[in-house]
């Protein structure tokens, strides 16, 4: 047996096998399996913590709201446009949620689980939105009038001013 100076024998060459390829190729696999997963979850709480920014907005915005009407009032405060509404920021929490938005309101339906909701009386208001990655048991987040910002586990019931 004659060996070459590189330490192999003649007439053979260099490379890897065919089971050696596909072994790396299946761990490549699994590996970027796993970083999709990851990927994934990371989205999710992005575009919770979008919502949650959103109904933050919108709580600012209605008290500006209430105090520049006269007499102080937090009805109107839901519409989709005007001075201080929070219609809008309903509308982009929405879009953080579902890539769309809901375009109106109606204070005298109650939230279904994928569907953003504002209720407005002059007396308070309530803004709900599912949330993709809720806390266990919870479904949405919830702000109002009365300094609620919380995840909830129920939608609001038809003109609801107040986070369940």
């Known amino acids: 047996m004659t060996l070459a100076s590189t330490g192999t024998r003649q007439g053979h060459m260099k490379g890897f096998t065919l ?3 596909l072994v790396v190729i299946a761990i490549i696999g699994i590996l970027s399996s796993v970083v999709l997963a990851s990927l994934n979850t990371a989205r999710s709480k992005g575009a919770d913590a979008a919502v949650r920014s959103n109904l933050a907005g919108a709580r600012a915005q209605a008290e500006l709201f209430y105090d520049s009407a006269t007499p102080n009032t937090y009805d109107g405060v839901c519409a989709t446009t005007g001075a201080n509404r929070i219609g809008a920021a ?3 929490a929405e879009r953080a949620y579902s890539g769309s938005a809901v375009t109106a309101y109606a204070d ?9 909701q504002c209720h407005d009386a002059s007396s308070g208001w309530a803004a709900w939105v599912p949330l993709k990655a809720p806390p266990s048991g919870m ?4 702000v109002d009038a009365a300094g609620a910002s919380k995840a909830v586990s129920a ?3 038809a003109n609801a ?3 369940p």
């Open 155 to 157: 939608v609001l019931g």
């Open 161 to 163: 001013t107040v986070c």
């Open 90 to 92: 309903v509308n982009a």
């Open 19 to 21: 089971i050696e390829l």
């Open 139 to 142: 479904t949405g987040w919830c």
């Open 108 to 116: 005298a339906t109650a939230s279904t689980a994928t569907t953003a």
